[in-house]
Antibody, heavy 121, light 112 residues
Framework: EVQLLESGGGLVQPGGSLRLSCSAS????????MTWVRQAPGKGLEWVSG????????YYADSVKGRLTISRDNPKNTLYLQMNSLRAEDTAVYYC??????????????WGQGTLVTVSS | QSALTQPASVSGSPGQSITISCTGT?????????VSWYQQHPGKAPKLMIY???NRPLGVSNRFSGSKSGKTASLTISGLQAEDEADYYC????????????FGGGTKLTVL
């Protein structure tokens, strides 16, 4: 069974940093692109970032470019999201999800259960 | 403002059919057959229901179907059941440099 398990969320002050992790199992992690999608409380889904199977290509939404960094460790079957210079508007549940194939992020299946990041003083 | 436009809410009675629309532009919905639909129950992660406009993943009921005409994609749920009550989001690949993927604002489906 394909499973994704996020961790690393929590309460952080504005301007602070946090690193999210997504542990994958049940599939060949190194063969698939991966993505992060977030959902602010009571709001809709917002695509945040994506990465190709090897990590050679990365993509970011304008709202996070320069502050959030996606990366992966294929031997450890783990996806990361390094979050710096956090703002109140970054408060959300962050989901990791598996892409369609090695390069394409056309759709996402499955999704992890999410981890909550709260940016507040 | 979401990149794709969905109705905020739709409703239907058990056994009926409903359709949720998702309108974009020629840079996303209208330009590519990479529209997907996700179901999200309260407090749960989204679940893929339709990919590439009209394909159902294994395990998704055939009561769910997708289509596209021009810049508008649609999700139809037939034979409504109480368990279908949830939020539904459409998504599309976009040729805009960023973002890479765009979502609709979501539609709350109420089963009366």
């Amino acid at each position: 069974e394909v499973q994704l398990l996020e961790s690393g969320g929590g309460l952080v002050q504005p301007g602070g940093s946090l690193r999210l992790s997504c542990s994958a199992s049940g599939f060949t992690f190194s063969s698939y692109a991966m993505t992060w999608v977030r959902q602010a409380p009571g709001k809709g889904l917002e695509w945040v970032s994506g990465i190709s199977h090897s990590g050679g290509s990365t993509y970011y939404a304008d709202s996070v470019k320069g502050r959030l960094t996606i990366s992966r460790d294929n031997p450890k079957n783990t996806l990361y999201l390094q979050m710096n210079s956090l703002r109140a508007e970054d408060t959300a549940v962050y989901y990791c999800a598996k892409g369609r194939d090695a390069y394409n992020l056309y759709w996402f299946d499955p999704w992890g259960q999410g981890t909550l990041v709260t940016v507040s003083s | 403002q979401s990149a794709l436009t969905q109705p905020a809410s739709v409703s239907g009675s058990p056994g009926q059919s409903i359709t949720i629309s998702c309108t974009g532009t020629s840079s996303d919905v209208g330009g590519y057959n990479y529209v997907s639909w996700y179901q999200q129950h309260p407090g749960k992660a989204p679940k893929l229901m339709i990919y590439e406009v009209s394909n159902r993943p294994l395990g998704v009921s055939n009561r769910f179907s997708g289509s596209k005409s021009g810049k508008t994609a649609s999700l139809t749920i037939s034979g409504l059941q109480a368990e279908d009550e949830a939020d539904y989001y459409c998504s599309s690949y976009t040729s805009s440099n960023t973002p890479h993927v765009v979502f609709g604002g979501g539609t709350k489906l109420t089963v009366l």
